[in-house]
């Protein structure tokens, strides 16, 4: 490149594009999934509460459920490296 075209390379904006130039149509579709169940009458909030419960319990594994071994993991391994650090100090303080 010439040393001219390089200095002027950025002294003015690119032409402006017309914004209906980038805009794609996508033809709609049907959401074919299954709907999910009614939910029980309000009437009973024990019952509602206890059938969402229930219809939860056999999914995949959730963050929350996720959690806790991620924190045992978290806390359990600093704790295990400090317990062998003193079990050795202890071991070799003769």
């Known amino acids: ?3 001219r075209t390089v200095r002027n390379r950025y002294t003015q ?3 402006t594009v017309d914004p209906a130039a980038f805009v794609v149509e ?3 579709f049907e959401d074919d999934r299954p709907a999910p169940p009614p939910i029980p009458p309000a ?3 024990e019952l509602v509460a206890a059938t969402e419960f229930a219809r939860g319990a056999g999914g995949p594994r959730t963050i929350r459920r996720t959690q806790i071994p991620a924190a045992l993991v978290i806390a359990g391994v600093p ?3 400090v317990a ?3 079990v050795v100090q202890v071991l070799f303080a003769r």
């Open 13 to 15: 904006l690119p032409p």
């Open 1 to 3: 490149m010439d040393e």
């Open 26 to 28: 996508v033809p709609a």
């Open 43 to 45: 009437a009973a909030p």
């Open 79 to 81: 704790i295990a490296i």
């Open 84 to 86: 062998v650090i003193a």
